[in-house]
Structures are given as C-alpha cells and as structure tokens.
T-cell receptor, first 111, second 115 residues
Framework: GESVGLHLPTLSVQEGDNSIINCAYSNSASDYFIWYKQESGKGPQFIIDIRSNMDKRQGQRVTVLLNKTVKHLSLQIAATQPGDSAVYFCAEASGNTPLVFGKGTRLSVIA | DAGVIQSPRHEVTEMGQEVTLRCKPISGHNSLFWYRQTMMRGLELLIYFNNNVPIDDSGMPEDRFSAKMPNASFSTLKIQPSEPRDSAVYFC?????????????FGPGTRLLVL
C-alpha cells in the first residue's frame, strides 16, 4: 500500500525459518537505535531498541545486533510466522537529534 | 493505556480546502511528533514539540502547513489551503521524556486524500 517506497527492498522467507533484516546507518555519532514494524494500514510499532554501549540485545523471538565499526544494525526474527509480514524500519538517534528513519524493508513470509 | 489517538482516520477533501488533523499523545508523554508518509519519500518528520513548545519545524514543507500544541494532551496539524500533493498518511507519535534518544509511540495515522 502507500506506506512503502517504490523501491523498497524485499525479503522473502519461508514460514519457520529465521529472518535477518539489515540496516546501514550513516551518522557515526548515533548512539540509540530502534527497530519498528509497520503492518499495512497501521502505524509503526516498536519492536526493540539498543544503545551504543551494547552490541546485542534479545527480545521475544527477536534479536538486534549492532556493529558500530561498520555502522550496521540487524534484526533477527526467529521462527518467522505469517504475522511477521510487514515493513521493518530501523531508526537512529544521537544526543541532540530525534529519530531518523531508514527507508524500510518489506518482509514477506511464505506459508 | 489507549496509546496515541489520531482523528480523523480518513479524510477526503477538495483542493483549496482547509484540513485539520488532530492528535492526543499518550498521557504523561512530554514530546510529540508529526510525520508524513508517502510512497515516494517514505517517513518524513515534519515538526516536533517538547513540553508543548515547538522545537524544530524544519521539516514542514511549506507555509501552508502549521502545527500547534495548546496543551499537553492535544495537538493539531493544519494544511491551508490543501493541494493534491499533500495526499499522504500523517502520523503523530509521542515519547515519554525528551525528543531525542527515546522510543516514539505512533498513532494509527490519518489517511488524507486531496482531490
């Protein structure tokens, strides 16, 4: 729908497999990172966050990895389910800026 | 908690008309954000407030756009006059403390169509 960009990267995953969604950020001063999930017709929903003093954080079925050396963030979803189908956004922030959102990645789960 | 509340959920109007979008942030949250989302440009931050004071409106596209936050529980985004290129989904979000390094919680959005 109109919530995604024309050239949105798409990841297709079999139900039950693990998903890895990647994000490259640009600001080396960023020290706070968030992953959001946006389902069709809804607003972005918070999934998990991580601060720059950590390199890994786990939630329920999700793990965020942060590599500050190469400015890379990833979201891992274990045992992907049809309900995980959505657009996923990473966002970054530094001490004096609000969140800056990436373009998003569409995850499509194949049943 | 009811979460961020936005109204209307859908708005269809004609070019030249005034449009007012409304937002009620999560109770106790001190920062409020207005975003616009389109296929071409993705999610754009328009303006944000902290303690009801506008902090940065550099994302507001034109003078036709204005936003107010008269109190801690209510904000409006107004477009006057509206144009077809304003058609988009407009989101309001709030965060508990300051506008930086904080989780933002989004409302369901207002889908605006300007004919």
């Amino acid at each position: 729908g109109e919530s995604v960009g024309l050239h949105l990267p798409t990841l297709s995953v079999q139900e039950g497999d693990n998903s890895i969604i990647n994000c490259a950020y640009s600001n080396s001063a960023s020290d706070y990172f968030i992953w959001y999930k946006q389902e069709s017709g809804k607003g972005p929903q918070f999934i998990i966050d991580i601060r720059s003093n950590m390199d890994k954080r786990q939630g329920q079925r999700v793990t965020v990895l942060l590599n500050k050396t190469v400015k890379h963030l990833s979201l891992q979803i274990a045992a992907t389910q049809p309900g995980d189908s959505a657009v996923y956004f990473c966002a970054e922030a530094s001490g004096n800026t609000p969140l800056v959102f990436g373009k998003g990645t569409r995850l499509s789960v194949i049943a | 908690d009811a979460g961020v509340i936005q109204s209307p959920r859908h708005e269809v109007t004609e070019m030249g008309q005034e449009v007012t979008l409304r937002c009620k942030p999560i109770s106790g949250h001190n920062s409020l954000f207005w975003y616009r989302q389109t296929m071409m440009r993705g999610l754009e931050l328009l303006i944000y407030f902290n303690n009801n004071v506008p902090i940065d409106d550099s994302g507001m596209p034109e003078d036709r756009f204005s936003a107010k936050m008269p109190n801690a529980s209510f904000s409006t985004l107004k477009i006057q006059p509206s144009e077809p290129r304003d058609s988009a989904v407009y989101f309001c979000a709030s965060s508990q403390h300051g506008p930086t390094q904080e989780t933002q919680y989004f409302g369901p959005g207002t889908r605006l169509l300007v004919l």
